[in-house]
């Protein structure tokens, strides 16, 4: 590998790439619990509320809506390639379907930021194939799913 090292990239392993092929359809997938009911992420094999084994959680697409439960405005990261995205707004959002999730607000300015705000997901692309899914404001209109610059040139 040639270049400055990057931390943004996910290793995909055979466990998550369904959950990285989906993001790259712009489907955001989560794992539901067959025996407990309740859905979990990020993805494990095993049920994290009730331990039920792998053979009792699947994947299921979510509905992509979620609310904001905290964010913070990043304006330093000396991680490559963190550094040249700055300001970024890293959050934590409540998906509808219960699991709270580690992710970035885009297309939203920080003053515009409001805890439980409606957001909906949209994908940002990292690298050839790889994106990862990300919240902006929800009912903008008609806008795709696709965030409209690539993650990696966004400034
Ligand atoms: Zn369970």
Redesign the pocket.
């Known amino acids: 590998m040639s270049g400055p090292a990057r931390h943004d990239l996910p290793e995909a392993d055979d466990f998550t790439r369904p959950y990285w092929d989906a993001a790259a359809e712009g489907r955001l997938l989560l794992r539901r619990?067959a025996?407990?009911?309740?859905a979990h992420h990020y993805p494990r094999e095993f049920?994290p509320?009730?331990?039920?084994g792998e053979d009792?959680?699947l994947w299921e697409t979510a509905s992509g809506r979620a609310t904001l439960y905290t964010w913070s405005v990043v304006h330093r990261n000396d991680l490559p390639p963190f550094g040249a995205r700055v300001p970024y707004t890293a959050a934590v959002v409540d998906l509808a379907e219960g699991p709270r999730m580690m992710t970035q607000v885009v297309d939203c300015p920080a003053p515009q930021l409001r805890i439980g705000m409606p957001l909906e997901v949209g994908f940002g692309q990292l690298a050839d194939g790889v994106w990862i899914p990300v919240f902006r404001p929800a009912s903008q209109g008609q806008s795709s799913s696709r965030t409209q610059e690539p993650l990696a040139r966004r400034r």
């Open positions: 619990c025996q407990c009911g309740r049920c509320h009730c331990w039920a009792r959680v």
